[in-house]
């Protein structure tokens, strides 16, 4: 399939810009599978989609403060994005400023009174265009002084409360980019959901800055998919093999719980997720370490049964991948409805369930 066929024309002031109040009374697109039925409500309805026996499963990554602000030795200002960590104190970053040459050292800006200086001495420019970054203290001494948390590019407003970008579950820090379709989950629906039987466990996927990029092939197939850091507890496993064997539906809260699922059924286990016949059986097995897995149309799901996600971007391997669960033709005729329905778009806006 091509690039373009994932393209689609989003009026600007359909991307929410600040999130609703409360979480839950964002609205909700109900899709069925089965019947290519559309139904509008609430978030705070999703009750009535889920059955005792259910299990939903989240990610319980949390942004961290990636975004960095630094002076040169020349008193300009540099912005450091942190990317992915490194041993020893090392992260791979994003560096404003092509003159930041390897062995240039930028005193990061610090509130006052915190001593001593925080010191990052660029090491290595890479291929790609990142830079690999060592740092004279610890991170997890300073950062969330120094730190702020990275809001999409598409988001030019402020945020008041930094906690609205994180889902209210939210325990492991390393994500870059919140897990949004968690966004809209309230203290007390989660309450009201298990009075009703319906489960929650948590997998950890580390969502890096490559969420945001268009896919910049026109055959989707030769995509280098982006790989993050995921993991997958034994008990997590246990738990979602007991609820497939019981009958009851794996309900993903997310993409990356999708990917993440998909892969512990899959890559895990030393199987090819792209081979058709390969896993004919749901079983989800514990793994910890890096996936890359493109999920686009024509691959066959082995672990998820319905899915929680929020309105993506053209052009991206989230909508393909929901368009792989759904079918691309109702994802198509979803996203028309809803744009002409007023749906808000991306990080900050509505939800969909597909079922």
């Not at 092509?98 to 006052?112: A, C, N, S, Y």
């Not at 919140?178 to 966004?183: D, E, I, N, W």
């Not at 996927?205 to 910049?216: A, E, N, S, Y």
């Not at 993440?260 to 896993?279: F, K, N, R, S, V």
């Amino acid at each position: 399939m091509k690039t373009s066929d994932f393209d689609y024309n989003l009026p600007p002031d359909r991307i929410a810009q600040t999130p609703v109040e409360p979480r839950d009374a964002s609205r909700l697109l109900v899709v069925h599978r089965d019947t290519g039925q559309l139904q509008h409500r609430n978030f705070r309805d999703i009750g009535d989609y889920l059955r005792a026996g259910d299990l939903l499963v989240a990610n319980n990554s949390r942004v961290i403060p990636a975004r960095l602000f630094g002076r040169k030795p020349t008193g300009g200002q540099v912005e450091i994005f942190l990317l992915h960590p490194l041993p020893g104190d090392r992260w791979e970053c994003l560096v404003g400023g092509k003159r930041l040459r390897p062995g240039v050292q930028v005193e990061i800006d610090m509130p006052t009174g915190v001593q001593p200086p925080v010191i990052a001495t660029i090491e290595a420019e890479r291929d790609d265009g990142s830079r690999l970054v060592s740092f004279n203290r610890p991170l997890n001494g300073w950062l969330h002084d120094a730190g702020h948390v990275p809001l999409p590019p598409y988001i030019h407003e402020d945020l008041d409360d930094p906690e609205r970008y994180q889902t209210i579950y939210s325990r492991i820090e390393g994500s870059v980019a919140s897990s949004t379709a968690g966004l809209h989950f309230t203290p007390d629906l989660l309450i009201g959901l298990r009075g009703r039987g319906v489960g929650m466990a948590f997998v950890t996927l580390h969502i890096g800055l490559d969420t945001f990029q268009p896919v910049k092939v026109e055959e989707i197939e030769a995509h280098p998919m982006h790989s993050e850091w995921a993991s997958l507890s034994s008990d997590v496993a246990r738990q979602i093999n007991e609820t497939t064997l019981q009958g009851g539906r794996i309900v993903a809260v997310g993409t990356t719980a999708v990917r993440t699922l998909e892969w512990a059924a899959t890559g895990a286990q030393g199987l090819d997720p792209y081979d058709m016949d390969a896993c004919p059986w749901k079983r989800t097995a514990a793994f910890e370490g890096p996936t890359d897995l493109f999920i686009r149309p024509g691959y066959r799901f082995r672990a998820v049964d319905a899915m929680i996600t929020n309105f993506h971007l053209p052009r991206s391997t989230l909508l393909m991948l929901v368009s792989a669960f759904a079918g691309k033709d109702l994802i198509d005729h979803a996203y028309q409805v809803a744009i002409d329905e007023g749906y808000r778009f991306y990080s900050f806006g509505d939800a969909m369930l597909i079922v």
